[in-house]
């Protein structure tokens, strides 16, 4: 399997809302990792261990598969021609300038050129 055709989806809120209302503090607190970790898998920005995924299935008394589930993402592109998405760095042009800069006490002249 390539990892970039599958990700992993998940449904910890809709489950957390199940259970009595628990919150992202209290599932933490039930595995052992912080409200931040619980956030990041909840929302998809980072896969949790297998260990950290048996545990969270076990909090809600359900099957890991119950609760994580793959993502075809070569299904997405294809059946509706979603471009993936890369971060990448903006780079700012900068333009150059004829003469030389000087700065004097936080403010900047421009020396002209001859």
Same mark, same amino acid.
């Given at each position: 399997?390539?990892?970039?055709?599958? $990700?992993?989806?998940?449904?910890?809120?809709?489950f957390r809302q199940k259970h009595e209302g628990l919150t992202q503090k209290?599932?933490?607190?039930?595995?052992?990792? $912080?409200?931040?970790?619980?956030?990041?898998?909840?929302?998809?920005r980072v896969v949790p261990s297998a260990l950290l995924a048996f545990k969270i299935a076990k909090v809600f008394r359900k099957k890991v598969s119950d609760v994580f589930y793959l993502i075809d993402n070569q299904l997405l592109l294809d059946?509706?021609?979603?471009?993936?998405?890369?971060?990448?760095?903006?780079?700012?042009?900068?333009?150059?300038?004829?003469?030389?800069?000087?700065?004097?006490?936080?403010?900047v002249k421009k020396k002209k050129r001859k």
């Amino acid at each position: 399997m390539d990892a970039d055709i599958y $990700s992993l989806g998940n449904r910890i809120k809709e489950f957390r809302q199940k259970h009595e209302g628990l919150t992202q503090k209290k599932l933490a607190e039930e595995v052992g990792v $912080s409200k931040l970790t619980i956030h990041l898998v909840e929302n998809r920005r980072v896969v949790p261990s297998a260990l950290l995924a048996f545990k969270i299935a076990k909090v809600f008394r359900k099957k890991v598969s119950d609760v994580f589930y793959l993502i075809d993402n070569q299904l997405l592109l294809d059946g509706k021609k979603i471009k993936k998405r890369k971060k990448k760095a903006k780079k700012k042009k900068v333009k150059k300038k004829k003469g030389k800069v000087k700065r004097k006490k936080g403010k900047v002249k421009k020396k002209k050129r001859k």
